[in-house]
């Protein structure tokens, strides 16, 4: 079988889809959607090829649901950070005192991409993202602006591939 023919299989190339709730501050969903699309537009360290918007899915603060909607998202961020610190311990790294010996491959791979988490940067693995403050978890003070102005913030569900 000709390289491309085998590239060219369904069965081998089934693409992966990535889901994410991003949160953005706009006066509707528009704007909201546009923010994010432009986001993924000029980022570097994803490149997705194809991104849909779930609009049924997307919904502002004002709604009902709201907070506890976006309470269970960072606690999926904050699950995966325990799964990662979990998984470089049952890699033998326990102490901060042994990241200066850690070798490259499998146990830096995972502190790299927890690192992501602590300090903002989107990966793939990200479920929910606060473009706002470009960060995995939101602060008090956006908190609040939200209760104050409920209609300027959006939680904007997509769906992603990379092909």
């Known amino acids: 079988m000709p390289f491309n023919d085998f590239l ?3 069965k081998v190339l089934r693409k992966p889809e990535y889901f994410h709730a991003i949160l953005v501050k706009c006066p509707n969903l528009t704007d909201a959607k546009k923010k994010v699309l432009d986001f993924f537009d000029q980022y570097q360290l994803v490149r997705y090829s194809h991104i849909e918007v779930l609009e049924n899915e997307s919904f502002d603060a004002g709604r009902s649901g709201f907070h506890d909607t976006l309470s269970r998202a960072i606690k999926k ?8 610190v979990q998984e470089l311990g049952n890699e033998g790294i326990t102490a901060v005192e042994q990241l200066g010996d850690m070798p490259q491959g499998y146990q830096s791979k995972i502190l790299h991409v927890l690192t992501h988490f602590l300090d903002g940067f989107f990966g793939i693995d990200t479920y929910f993202y606060n473009l706002e403050e470009d960060s995995h978890w939101v602060s008090k003070e956006l908190l609040h602006a939200m209760k104050e102005n409920p209609a300027y913030f959006w939680l904007v569900c997509i769906r992603a591939k990379i092909l």
Not at 77 to 84: K, P
């Open 8 to 10: 060219s299989r369904d």
């Open 77 to 84: 961020n904050r699950e995966i950070v325990r799964t990662l």
